[in-house]
T-cell receptor, first 114, second 112 residues
Framework: EAGVTQSPRYAVLQEGQAVSFWCDPI?????LYWYQQPRDQGPQLLVYFRDEAVIDNSQLPSDRFSAVRPKGTNSTLKIQSAKQGDTATYLC????????????FGHGTKLSVL | GEQVEQLPSILRVQEGSSASINCTYE??????FPWYKQEPGENPKLIID?????ERKQTQGLIVLLDKKAKRFSLHITDTQPGDSAMYFC???????????FGDGTVLTVKP
């Protein structure tokens, strides 16, 4: 069974540039999560979807971050006008079913904003 | 929201000894507690989890204990090996929202 796939693996930007991250969850998983993991810290939830609907985006900086999952499968996370403080690994995870099911993570995109 | 505190942040043990990591949570509605192992440059991988209807779970050298009254859970790695060296994260999931909140991690180093 294929795992969660993310691309790109790495991104290096200047402040003010935009970047998009792509995630393909495990087939059949209806719930998709985006986490931000700063260096040497735990993953912090940004947003999650059930099918195509956003369930919680309260931790997503809405002025510069956006996330979509239009067909309830793949998802894109976009940062407009990146800041140095956005430097982190962005992890996508998926699960099947309702709350408290096992999450499986992709390898993440390591973002450096210079 | 939920807050998860994880200690210690750094743990060094001798090969063959045991290692223990402790986590506390605040939200009494949390009822699912997974543990993840993350090696450098890799994604977090689920190694063991426990639900609130259990107090103890064991698998392949890993033991998880859950004390719901104290809102505390812990991971115990028995007979540690150098391959156990990694970052370990605990997490707690709110049964109402399904949101998984992570601790800040423990860097475990097993010395040969």
């Amino acid at each position: 069974e294929a795992g969660v796939t993310q691309s790109p693996r790495y991104a290096v930007l200047q402040e003010g540039q935009a970047v998009s991250f792509w995630c393909d969850p495990i087939s059949g998983h209806d719930t998709l999560y985006w986490y931000q993991q700063p260096r040497d810290q735990g993953p912090q939830l940004l947003v999650y979807f059930r099918d195509e609907a956003v369930i919680d985006n309260s931790q997503l900086p809405s002025d510069r971050f956006s996330a979509v999952r239009p067909k309830g499968t793949n998802s894109t996370l976009k940062i407009q006008s990146a800041k140095q403080g956005d430097t982190a690994t962005y992890l996508c995870a998926s699960s099947f079913g309702t709350a408290n099911e096992r999450l499986f993570f992709g390898h993440g995109t390591k973002l450096s904003v210079l | 929201g939920e807050q998860v505190e994880q200690l210690p942040s750094i743990l060094r043990v001798q090969e063959g000894s045991s290692a223990s990591i402790n986590c506390t949570y605040e939200n009494s509605a949390s009822n699912y507690f997974p543990w993840y192992k993350q090696e450098p440059g890799e994604n977090p991988k689920l190694i063991i989890d426990i639900r609130s209807n259990m107090e103890r779970k064991q698998t392949q050298g890993l033991i998880v204990l859950l004390d719901k009254k104290a809102k505390r859970f812990s991971l115990h790695i028995t007979d540690t090996q150098p391959g156990d060296s990694a970052m370990y994260f605990c997490a707690a999931s709110d049964t109402n929202t399904g949101k998984l909140t992570f601790g800040d991690g423990t860097v475990l180093t097993v010395k040969p």
